[in-house]
Structure formats: C-alpha cells, structure tokens
C-alpha cells in the first residue's frame, strides 16, 4: 500500500461505495433544490418590490455586483462568488427587459 495514503482510508467494498454514491447524490440533489428555490424566491422578492416601486432593481443589482467585484468579499469561497455573480447576472438580464423592470409589472422570475 501507498505509504502517503493514511489506513483509514482502505478501499470501499461494492456496497459501502453504493451507499457512499447514494449519500453524495443525495446531498447534491438538497443542494440544488436549495440553490434553486432561494434563486426563486429572492428573484420574486425583487421583482414585486420593483413592481411596487420600493426600490429601484437594476440600481440595487449595479451595488451588488459592485460589492462583490471590490475585493472586499475574501470570506466568500470562489464557489460562492461563482454563484452570486451567476445569481446577478441573471437578475441584470431579467430586469434589463423593459417589461420586467417598469414599475406594476406582474413578471415572475424563473
């Protein structure tokens, strides 16, 4: 055996790596449901607050993507920077739709 390989990391039987793949399935599908219904749920949120003229959505997302480009966010991981950027980047393109972004609009965000 590889001396640099610690013992406790002996090679899984068939049904331990079975259940292992499982549980990595599992925990990436959570992931992505979560991913996706937060996406949802913050996109809406901005949207029926620009539809009601309570804040002004492009000009927030303008600060946000600022924000995080400035350096300032060293506790976030690349991952999490990855997804915040891709989160407003979508919004940017949502809100760039006139009808999306006048105020009254009744548009979901997907």
Same mark, same amino acid.
Request: with cysteine; net charge negative.
């Given at each position: 055996?590889?001396? !640099?390989?610690?013992? =406790?990391? @002996?090679?899984?039987?068939?049904?331990?790596?079975?259940?292992?793949?499982g549980?990595?399935?599992?925990?990436?599908?959570?992931?992505?449901?979560?991913?996706?219904?937060?996406?949802f749920?913050?996109? =809406?949120? @901005?949207?029926?607050? !620009?539809?009601?003229?309570?804040? =002004?959505?492009?000009?927030?997302?303008?600060? @946000?993507? @600022?924000?995080?480009?400035?350096?300032?966010?060293?506790?976030?991981?690349? #991952?999490? #920077?990855?997804?915040?950027?891709?989160?407003?980047?979508?919004?940017?393109?949502?809100?760039?739709?006139?009808? =999306?972004?006048?105020?009254?609009?009744?548009?979901?965000?997907?």
């Amino acid at each position: 055996m590889d001396s !640099n390989v610690p013992e =406790n990391l @002996l090679p899984l039987s068939p049904e331990e790596t079975e259940k292992w793949i499982g549980e990595v399935e599992d925990r990436a599908w959570d992931a992505n449901a979560t991913s996706f219904a937060c996406r949802f749920l913050l996109g =809406n949120l @901005l949207a029926e607050l !620009n539809a009601r003229s309570l804040v =002004n959505a492009p000009a927030f997302l303008a600060r @946000l993507k @600022l924000a995080l480009s400035s350096g300032e966010q060293d506790h976030l991981s690349a #991952q999490q #920077q990855l997804g915040l950027t891709s989160l407003l980047d979508d919004l940017q393109l949502f809100f760039a739709t006139p009808e =999306n972004s006048a105020a009254g609009s009744s548009s979901s965000f997907h």
